[in-house]
């Protein structure tokens, strides 16, 4: 099992910045692949951007140039930094751990809500 912990959501102006984090429970070089998704009310959950072990990075094409996912593993935590926020970025942000525990699995955060105001 893998326990993922989220912070950082909030209120923010259409411009601004939050940075995202999620603490997992156990060491995450040992994860395949961690990554932030996101889902807006009456939407699916479509995937933000993903990091592998070996540092691979790759993003949704909307958020290309503005977001971006980094990994800290001396701390077991992945961070989420997002600039020049739009309205269109408001969603509940949630953080996957993507790995093989006997087979291929996915856990998942409790979700950290990000408002944007226009």
């Known amino acids: 099992q893998v326990q993922l912990v989220e912070s950082g959501g909030g209120l923010v102006q259409a411009g601004g910045s939050l940075r995202l984090s999620c603490a997992a429970s156990i060491n995450i070089f040992s994860i395949n692949t961690m990554g932030w998704y996101r889902q807006a009310p009456g939407k699916q959950r479509d995937m933000v951007a993903r990091i592998t072990n070996i540092g691979s990075t790759n993003y949704a094409d909307s958020v290309k140039g503005r977001f971006t996912i980094s990994r800290d593993n001396a701390k077991n935590t992945v961070y989420l930094q997002m600039n020049s926020l739009k309205p269109e970025d408001t969603a509940v942000y949630y953080c996957?751990?993507?790995?093989?525990?006997?087979?291929?699995?996915?856990?998942w955060g409790q979700g950290t809500q990000v408002t944007v105001s226009s």
């Open positions: 996957n751990a993507h790995t093989y525990v006997g087979g291929w699995a996915d856990f």
